[in-house]
DNA sequence: ATCCGTGCAAAGTGTTTGCAGCGTT
DNA sequence: AACGCTGCAAACACTTTGCACGGAT
């Protein structure tokens, strides 16, 4: 069960190109760059504005459109995964290709931070579903909304110093 | 375990008003048919657009803007929730009262139709996260993505035909 | 008389698209 | 020369906001 986290990034970004010219994609540097960008933040949920500003960096004349079109290109591809915590912006999220990625989110309703936690067995339920409704199960999303850890440290010594 | 299912609109309706005069809100006009659009549609799983076209059949002079806050106010007072499918608009679901409201999404790539199913035992999974993560939680969201059994009828049918 | 709630229109935000120019084949 | 890709700006879709008016207390 090899994960993706064992390669090198130029590894990884030589499966991606390989994925790409095979359904007739070039990498382009931009493209390159994006990648690499995801790549350099596995653990973080970018926006396509913050892809946008590190990328910039790397690559100053880049266009904001054009972020977005290689986010949406690699998600077309399944390279990338775009999600919504309902914040109004879309985010982007790094896929493992062997396909186990199925990360789940612990989002806190205090300080907004986005935790993953790793995979679980879902795969029971998964298989009642497709029994019970008939229903082809291919993907899934597990997110938690509560209070993380720091945040319930700060409150309880705010109830302490109140009370 | 008495669920909202059991009770009349009205009745849902008197709930309802009884937690918005408590905060210090009224139960307008325009408030009431929206949840009334809201309960008579539990299944469903509108955008605030197209609450707000089925809102204007039964109060013509209504906004959008109003129904917008409207919704604001009922997610606030986790009377609803706003979820994000992904699709560009915020969809919105009643939550039943007592809280047991958790219900998961089938939602299939092909049709794109959402259908709901029933909460399960995610509990224990939720204490796990308590006890590992010290992160402590609140509400979760479970989709899974797949295809229906409608499109998986019509899918078969022509792989027979092309086959 | 006060104050919340409303309708309307304008502004805001995130995202997509049309188009001319560029680079690679 | 053809064609995909890009940058820019304009267009778009959804949502929020400012403001003056109206209705209830």
Redesign the interface.
């Known amino acids: 069960m090899a994960s993706n986290r064992d390669k090198s990034i130029s590894e990884q970004i030589d499966d991606i190109k390989k994925q790409l010219v095979a359904k007739g994609y070039k990498l382009t540097q931009q493209r390159e760059v994006t990648v690499r960008v995801l790549l350099e933040h596995e653990k973080d949920h970018f926006s396509a504005e913050e892809v946008f500003l590190l990328v910039k960096e790397q690559f100053p004349e880049i266009g904001l459109a054009t972020v977005y079109r290689t986010l949406e290109l690699l998600s077309d591809l399944q390279v990338v995964e ?5 914040d109004g912006a ?1 985010r982007f999220d790094l896929r493992s290709t062997d396909g186990s990625h199925h990360h789940h989110h ?1 989002i ?2 205090e300080c907004g931070t986005v ?1 993953e ?1 790793m995979e ?1 067995g879902l795969l029971r ?2 298989q009642q ?1 497709e029994r019970q ?17 720091e945040c ?1 440290a700060k409150q309880a010594l705010n109830e302490q110093a109140a009370g």
Chains 1, 2 share one sequence.
């Open positions: 775009k999600i919504n915590f309902g879309a612990l806190c309703t935790e936690i679980d339920l998964e579903i409704y008939g229903f082809a199960v291919t993907d899934h999303r597990l997110d938690f909304q509560g209070v993380c850890k319930r």
